[in-house]
Structures are given as C-alpha cells and as structure tokens.
C-alpha cells in the first residue's frame, strides 16, 4: 500500500473496496470489527486521515450505521462495511437512510448464516436481507463484484449512484471476494467519473429538502450550508416534516421506490459471456460467477452451447434483461451459495417462458465449475 | 441582542403533540433561552433526538434538525460533529431513549468524551406508548408494565454519565428552571461531552399510575424531591430515600475526540503509511 493510485497492485478484494470508495471520494467510515470485513476498517483507519478523511470505531454495528448516515448529512460521502449479522444489526439504521434519502454504502462481506455461521467461510446467504431486510415499502440498489478488479469499480459506482439517486447502496461481497488477491490497476483519479449529490439551486427560505426533481430525486443541501430543515423517520412531507396526510404519504413512499425502478437502466450492469446463440443459460453473480464463467468453458469444449448472464447489479433486478434471455433459451440454472435465493427473481422475470433451475450448496464450500457442468448435463438428459 | 423564543421556532410544525402539563415544552423553552443567552447562529445548530415525546423537540425548533431511530441519537450526532466539528450539535433523548436501548451509546459517546450536549429529558416512564416503567422508574413505583410496584433499580445517569468520562455532569428540573437555563448553557458552552439530566413530569403516563394526578401536583412532587448537591451530602441514607439531587456534579477539562482526531491526521499526513 504504498501509493494511492495509478499502479498495478496484488490486491485483496477488501483493500480494493478501500481503494475504490477512496477513489469515489469517500472521507468518512464508521464502522465495528467483523470477520471477514474487518480489512476494510483496517485499510480506512490507516488511509482515511491521510487524506484528511475521517475513521470511527464504532460501540457496535447500529451506531456505526448511524454514524455514516450522520456523517453523509453533514457533507462527507460515507461508508460502511460488515458481514451477515453486522447487516442484520444495520437493518434498522439503513431504513432511516432509505427513508431520508441519505447517500452512503454498506458493504456486506457475507459468510454463511444463519445467526453467528460460518465466519471464515462463503455465502450468498444475504441476497434476500439486502432486499427486504428492512421493514416497509422500500427499494435498494445492491452490487455483487465477482473479482477483485469488479470491487474497486463497483465500490466506485455504489458511491456514485448513492450520491445520484440519494439513496443507500449495498456492495455484496463475499468470503472469497473480500479475502483473495488478484491484479488490478488502479485508476487515475482524473480516470474516475465522480458524482455529487445535486445541491438546491433555490435560497434557503424556499428549499423543500424532499421535493422531487423531473428524475424523482431531491436535491439535497448538507447540514451547515445555511439550509436548516429536518430529517424524520416518520413519514414526512416536502418540508421533512411529520405527516399522517394520506395523499402525501402514498406520494412521498411512491417516489422513493420509483425514482430507483424508473431509473433501472441506469443502474444495471451485466456481462454476457459465450450467449450468442446459446440454448443454455446461467445466471450467476459474485464468486459464483467465476465457477460459472470455468463450467461454460468447460460446456462449450464439450460442444454444449451453455451461457453465462453475470448479475453485477442484483437488486434492483433486471428482469427485461432476463426475460429477454429465457426468450432465446431453453433452460436457465442459477447457482448459488444459499438454497436458491436469486432464483426466485428469476423465475419471476422468466414468467413460463423457459425451464429455471437452481443449483444450490449451503456448507461453506465454493461451487466449482464441474459441478455446474455437471447440473447442466443431468437437465440435458432429463429433456 | 435579546429575542423572543418564537425566532428559533418552526411555526408551521405547530400545533405541538404534547400533552397539557407535560414538561417538554419547559424544557424547550429553557434550550432556547440558553441559545439565545450565548447568541448562537442557528445555521450552526444542530439538533438530534431519539424516539419519544421529547424527542420529537427537534421537528419544532428552526435549526438543522434530525428526529432519528430510538436510541440512536448518539452515533448519529456523532458522525455529524466528526464530519463537520464546526456546528454545535445537541442531543436530546428521554429516560428510556437514554438509558434503555440507548444506554451503550450513551457511555460510548462519554467515553469518548466527543464535544456534544446531552439533555435527557427523564420523566420517568415511556409516556409516548402509555406508560411502561423504564430504567430511570424509581423501584417501588408503578408502571402499566410494574402494576405492581417496579422492582429494577433505577439508574443513576449523573453516575453513569460521570464515571463514563464525561466532561461536564448536571441535573436540573422543569420546576427550577433560572438554574435550569443556567446548567445547560455551562453544557452548551463545555468543550467535550457534556450531559444535563432534567426531571420532568408526566402527569399522564407517569402520574396517573403514581398518585400524582395533575400536573401541579407533580411539580409540586419535583419541587419537593429535588435537594441541592450542598444539603444532599449532609443527608443521612433514611433522608435521601424519595428525593434526588440537583445540581452540577462534574466540569473539568481534558482532551476532545474531534481534537484528538486532528491531531491523528496530523500524524497521518506527516508519515508514510506501512513505514
């Protein structure tokens, strides 16, 4: 780590997400020591001050949630990084944040669950916590990189969209995303497109903090600018203040699941790999995706014509996308370290139009790409 | 300048949800009067509160306000005052919001002896869900969820609050309320983390359940309990049975987190990282 930019560095995935939210013009972390996260608080204590950044340990994953949201509204673009039952205990605060509009991104280092799991082992068991884990009407905007080099590029776009659409953003990582090494370069900062949070273009007197642009996003004035107004968990009004009005409740909830669903496209990223004419599709994300990049290889070898869709936008879901794919295939199989969570999303999205299976493997245990292979050519068969 | 207190309001989120009686609005008028004493730009005020009828202070004042999750008004104010150490930031919470589910936060926030003022505003009892004792119910007392007579020992947040690190400690009441103006504006005014615990009355919740059924009579009650700090030392143990002190309990001087962390990027900045 001895320079910040510019370099081909041996990353790890978790220093990557250091470098990247660096990148993106993060200065704040708040955040509580957790296997197999803890890197990233590691990496920000050290490179955050030298930057002028700000680090705080927090008492506990809640307050560390809390923080970064605070932190976001007084000007620094802020970040967090856990794993499954530090997200859990975030649930709380990441509903504020949605609710408020908050810009900021938690970084979920997942291991296998339930409760305390399997800390030093992989799991994808958090796709569905990511999307509803918190309570009531809501969106989110989830990314899942599946190499070292995707962690730095998506932590810079998780920053980036947090600030665009005013909104919190998750990176899901992984065990073996967050702790392998692999080549990246890094960019130049001039090389990194950098978003801002719209600032109000009217005067403090007329500034509404939750009045929508054309784009359903509010421009959003940071504590000590001279705009004073108020931020409540309630349901509030344009002003921020607490509603029970019905038309404004319906309106206000509306808008903050719409201004991320009519922007979908904006915020989906794929890759498509080998789909040209293939019969077979799977549909992977995170380190997953790389068993599934080796089991289309190893498919094709064998004269099969298998597919890969690479999720690196999981939530919102892109089913145009997928359904677009079940239109041109015969089967599709989502494998997954966890016992089929994306696969629901796919189905959905699919609607009849092709055959969806899952593979799944739950025991801390990466999914290797024969065993996809092999998934694949027990379909084969059963046709 | 002197002002009215009207000039640090938001007139439009008026009506205010409390009740007739209730001390909340004493508190908020002994807030703005210390603000107003010590001249504050409100531009650089920033309030934060937890869940609870006092926390919903911060809807009603004209400063950059934050109504946030119960308890949590702590780690909040927190990443605010780290993030821009230039605005004075308050916190206000009640009993339960304080001392229950936020009671970790509250001694962190000490520990860390960060430069925010707490004002816990301590009815006794969680009055905005109907009634249910909390960690500052006195024992013996009585509470939709302690029907029969609370059996927890109540906190002593002057203790706690103290023996956490904090820099500057009082308790005052919505009864005395000259003094009242005067402890937190010696809060608002500490470098470090500075705490103000003010009894107050909950004629509905609080005293409903406990004998006390107007808000005169619970007034009278605060009145009648509270014993300065000076003639609390010379009570016997039988004597201070029912009554609590008032006062100022702690004011010294030493080192502030937002300081301390400038002098870490100092350091930061001044060596190579890894060397």
Known sequence: ?383 | MKRDIEYYLRREAFPHIWCAGCGNGIVLGAILRAIDDLQWDKNEIAMISGIGCSSRITGYVDFCTMNTTHGRALPFATGIKMANPEMKVIVVMGDGDCSAIGGNHFIHAARRNIDLTAIIVNNMIYGMTGGQYSPLTPSGRFGTTAPYGNIDQSFDLVKLATAAGASYVARGTVYHIRPLISLIKKAFNKKGFSVVEIISDCPISYGKMNRMQSAPEMLKWIRDSAVSSKVWENLSEEEKKDKYVIGEFLDVEKPEYTELYAMVVERAQKLEVGK
């Open chain 1, 1 to 383: 780590m001895s320079k910040l930019k510019g370099d081909i560095e041996l990353l790890q995935g978790n220093e990557a997400c250091v470098r990247g939210a660096l990148l993106a013009g993060v200065r704040f972390f708040a955040g509580y020591p957790i296997t197999p996260s803890s890197e990233i608080a590691e990496g920000m204590a050290r490179l955050l001050p030298r930057l002028g950044g700000k680090f705080l340990q927090m008492e506990d994953e809640i307050a560390s949630m809390a923080a970064v949201i605070g932190a976001s509204i007084a000007g620094l673009k802020s970040i967090t990084a856990t794993s499954g039952p530090g997200f859990t205990l975030k649930q709380e605060n990441l509903g504020f944040a949605i609710l408020n509009e908050i810009p900021c991104v938690i970084v979920d280092a997942q291991r296998g669950g339930p409760s305390t799991g399997l800390p030093t082992a992989p799991a994808q068991g958090d796709m569905m916590q990511a999307r509803w884990g918190t309570h009531g009407d809501h969106s989110i905007i989830a990314l899942a990189p599946s190499t070292v080099n995707e962690v730095l590029f998506l932590t810079i776009r998780a920053v980036n969209l947090s600030e665009k659409y005013r909104t919190p953003v998750i990176l899901l990582l992984d065990e073996v995303i967050a702790h392998m090494r692999e080549k990246v370069r890094l960019p130049l900062p001039e090389e990194v497109e950098i978003i801002n949070r719209k600032k109000p273009t009217v005067s403090p007197e007329e500034y509404l903090p939750f009045k929508p642009e054309q784009d359903g996003v509010p421009p959003m004035a940071n504590f000590g600018e001279g705009y004073r107004y108020h931020f409540t968990g309630l349901i509030h009004n344009q002003k921020g203040l607490p509603t029970t009005d019905p038309q404004e409740i319906d309106s206000l909830i509306r808008r903050i699941n719409d201004k991320i669903q009519a922007n979908i496209k904006d915020i989906t990223f794929l890759e498509n790999y080998s789909l040209d004419e293939a019969r077979i599709a799977l549909v992977a994300y995170g380190s997953v995706a790389r068993a599934a990049e080796g089991a289309v290889k190893l498919a094709r070898e064998k004269g099969l014509k298998v597919g890969l869709l690479k999720l690196l936008t999981v939530w919102p879901f892109p089913s145009e996308e997928v359904n677009r794919l079940a239109q041109q295939v015969d089967l599709i199989v989502v494998p997954e370290m966890n016992l089929g969570q994306m696969v629901l999303a796919v189905e959905r999205a699919v609607g009849g139009k092709c055959k969806v299976v899952s593979y799944s493997r739950v025991d801390g245990e990466l999914i290797t790409p024969l065993e996809i292979l092999e998934k694949v050519e027990e379909e084969i068969i059963k046709k």
